[in-house]
T-cell receptor, first 112, second 116 residues
Framework: DTAVSQTPKYLVTQMGNDKSIKCEQN?????MYWYKQDSKKFLKIMFS???????INETVPNRFSPKSPDKAHLNLHINSLELGDSAVYFC???????????FGPGTRLLVL | GENVEQHPSTLSVQEGDSAVIKCTYS??????FPWYKQELGKRPQLIID?????GEKKDQRIAVTLNKTAKHFSLHITETQPEDSAVYFC???????????????FGKGTKLSVIP
């Protein structure tokens, strides 16, 4: 199945913990993204990588660190989780300079 | 940077009626305008898009119009059905952002409810 996949789908954790979310795309796309969607449903871009190079780095706490080991994978590590980090995190990919973005199923993070 | 305003934030229509969602953008260099539909608990999915060299595009019951002069674009859904109920996002992108990628700026979304 060609798709953008994320793991885990659900993540429930305590404040102060460190967690990672993984994303993989097998669409052959050059560019990948992380978005945060809060309870108001607003989609906020966090990071973007093009061929493993960081190209978009929005104003995000430095507790969030993306890593792209290759152009098919983009992971997100979050240190010292806070209550306000609770949200749905979507990974997306696009075929390089083309504009259409394809989203993963989302990771629902709940920080207690 | 780009700023995209989307209206209304919520919209209720009777089944069979039409729905219109409007967006304005600020960057005159923007040249690509996709629309995404997000059903409850699901991922955003592209439903239609338009480029700045085209004024209108249709796909069955949905259509998008673009007015470059006024910097606004709209989504039109005709003969609405209950399965059209979802959150709809407009977005705009400029031609280039960093090394070989477009940055999409999303509107804040419109929650459409189609009442049977």
């Amino acid at each position: 199945d060609t798709a953008v996949s994320q793991t885990p789908k659900y993540l429930v954790t305590q404040m102060g913990n460190d967690k990672s979310i993984k994303c993989e795309q097998n669409l052959g796309h050059d560019t990948m993204y992380w978005y945060k969607q809060d309870s108001k449903k607003f989609l906020k871009i966090m990071f973007s990588y093009n061929n493993k190079e960081l190209i978009i780095n929005e104003t995000v706490p430095n507790r969030f660190s993306p890593k792209s080991p290759d152009k098919a994978h983009l992971n997100l590590h979050i240190n010292s989780l806070e209550l306000g980090d609770s949200a749905v995190y979507f990974c997306a990919s696009s075929p390089g300079r083309a504009e259409t973005q394809y989203f993963g199923p989302g990771t629902r993070l709940l920080v207690l | 940077g780009e700023n995209v305003e989307q209206h209304p934030s919520t919209l209720s229509v009777q089944e069979g009626d039409s729905a219109v969602i409007k967006c304005t953008y600020s960057d005159s260099a923007s040249n690509y305008f996709p629309w995404y539909k997000q059903e409850l608990g699901k991922r955003p999915q592209l439903i239609i898009d338009i480029r700045s060299n085209v004024g209108e595009k249709k796909d069955q019951r949905i259509a998008v119009t673009l007015n470059k002069t006024a910097k606004h674009f709209s989504l039109h859904i005709t003969e609405t059905q209950p399965e059209d109920s979802a959150v709809y996002f407009c977005a705009a992108s400029n031609a280039y952002s960093g090394a070989g990628s477009y940055q999409l700026t999303f509107g804040k979304g419109t929650k459409l409810s189609v009442i049977p």
